[in-house]
């Protein structure tokens, strides 16, 4: 179950069209903030934009939203990096699993050889370990 996931998360259902828009300088929130790009993003005047950026959450915002409204090639060319990103992020996730199997596979091969020197069969070796009794023999020959 992944509802540890939804334990600190919190979703607000808000009516668009009763908000009404204040100057970017009125606006006390991160909600308001929020509200007033999804409602405004459209007409947001530069300096509006640039004061909006200095909030790290909210400038990426704005630059995601600025390339997704942006001419076809712009928005092709930003789509393209949004996939190299996530191909990267999968080759990591990948890395980072077969370095952790084989992290676990030379633990108990250690475990193993702790064993063998405590005189321990083969056969017991293995069912305490995982390991073949084959791969047992092969580290207590070596």
Known sequence: SNNHLFDHWKATIVDLKKFK????????TDKEIWI?????????????REALKKDPVFRRALERL???SADPKTRKRYQASVNDQRD????LEAA??????KFRQQ???????ALLNQMLSSQQIAAATGL?????????NA
């Not at 073949?132 to 207590?140: G, Q, W």
């Open 88 to 91: 990267h992020l999968a080759v």
């Open 66 to 68: 600025e390339m997704l």
């Open 21 to 28: 828009s204040k100057p970017v300088n009125k606006l006390e």
């Open 132 to 140: 073949t009794v084959e791969e047992i023999e092969s580290l207590a």
């Open 96 to 101: 980072e699993k077969a370095a952790e199997k």
């Open 36 to 48: 007033h790009i999804l409602n405004d993003a459209p007409s947001l005047k530069q300096g509006e």
């Open 107 to 113: 633990e108990r091969e250690q475990i193993a050889i």
